[in-house]
């Protein structure tokens, strides 16, 4: 079987060094070069030609954002950044990148080893299956949708889940939200700390208030409530209201936070009152929650597979019937609001 071939970019020499040591621990996966800079790394991308290339944003001389907008172009190559706690992250995935990790901090050697074999493996071989050159093809966006029917929004609760390519899909999703969406609830895989930065970037941008959530934060129009990166989020009803609670667990579905948590307690606690759209990302997490949620008679939308980075989570959602309305992403706002003024 044909390796993974991977191109491993960073101005530490210690740090490249462990990522290399943690992606030389999967069998699948082959380091082809490591570039201190990005013209070193050009010149290796013309050379061996990799399948995967780890990037780092903070990098003297020109930084990992700017490489990715002149690189894309000329080379699409999936790209997995390597980030401190910076939201220049989101900046990255908005030109290109595929996906992120942070950059471990307050970790043992060893820990630190464990760390990257776990989510850079993992990252890389999933970044290795996405075509670049299709995902960043011009797609149209979402727009504010019109308001031309009212909705009952006290009543009822949204519900999004996305993994791989969530960000961007996300913030698309919500652009189109109007202040009087009802009460909105979403899970993104990712690291604690970047989902606060997620959550003030979008509120800066967007129609709607945007927080991460906290446990207590009530269910109301017009705000979105985005889960804590290590933390689950579930929906819970406090008399007639209903509310979220935020804790650690274990991994469900291999992640915290976990969108089948997330679905299955809106399953539970709104029922038919719910809307939930499971959006691009790898693997099966939210499949089983939103399929709850349509047999407890809400309704669910799953991503089409020509709009996802990573047809993955919505692919197996819409295998096991659990999609209601299968579309692109660029019409999930207007059919989430399409659904709501029906209920």
Not at 228 to 238: A, E, Q
Not at 269 to 287: E, P, S
Request: glycine share 8%.
């Amino acid at each position: 079987m044909r390796k993974i071939k991977v191109l491993v970019v960073d101005d530490s020499a210690m740090f490249a060094n462990l990522m290399i040591n943690g992606l030389r621990a999967d069998s699948s996966l082959e380091v082809v070069g490591v570039a201190a800079n990005p013209f070193e790394a050009r010149d290796m991308i013309l050379k061996y030609r990799p399948d995967v290339m780890t990037l780092d944003i903070e990098m003297p001389r020109m930084d990992g954002i700017e490489f990715l907008q002149r690189l894309m172009p000329q080379y699409p190559i999936p790209v997995v950044m390597v980030s401190s706690l910076s939201d220049k992250v989101f900046d990255a995935l908005r030109v290109g990148a595929v996906d992120f990790i942070s950059k471990p901090v307050n970790m043992t050697k060893e820990e630190i080893l464990n760390y990257l074999k776990r989510e850079l493996c993992t990252k890389v071989k999933i970044a290795s299956t996405v075509n670049v050159s299709q995902m960043k093809k011009a797609v149209p966006k979402s727009s504010a949708v019109s308001a031309d029917k009212n909705i009952n929004n006290k009543e009822l609760v949204v519900a999004l889940g996305a993994s791989t390519g969530g960000t961007e899909a996300l913030a698309d999703v919500i652009m189109g939200f109007r202040a009087d969406i009802p009460g909105t609830i979403v899970t993104q895989h990712m690291p604690p700390g970047f989902t606060k930065m997620f959550a003030e970037r979008l509120n800066n941008q967007c129609a709607v208030k945007v927080k991460e959530a906290a446990t207590g934060d009530s269910i109301v129009p017009g705000q979105v409530l985005i889960a804590p990166g290590d933390k689950h989020l579930r929906l819970v009803k406090n008399g007639e209201h209903f509310q979220v609670e935020c804790k650690k667990g274990e991994r469900v579905s291999g992640h915290c936070p976990s969108v089948d948590v997330m679905f299955e307690s809106v399953a539970k606690v709104a029922g038919r009152r719910a809307v939930a759209a499971i959006l691009t990302g790898m693997g099966k997490d939210g499949a089983d929650g939103l399929l709850a949620i349509r047999r407890s008679g809400g309704h669910t939308i799953g991503q089409d597979e020509a709009s996802c980075v990573v047809y993955g989570m919505p692919k197996v959602a819409y295998d096991i019937g659990a999609v209601e309305y299968q579309l692109p992403l660029s019409a999930i706002s207007n059919k989430i609001y399409s659904v709501l003024s029906t209920m």
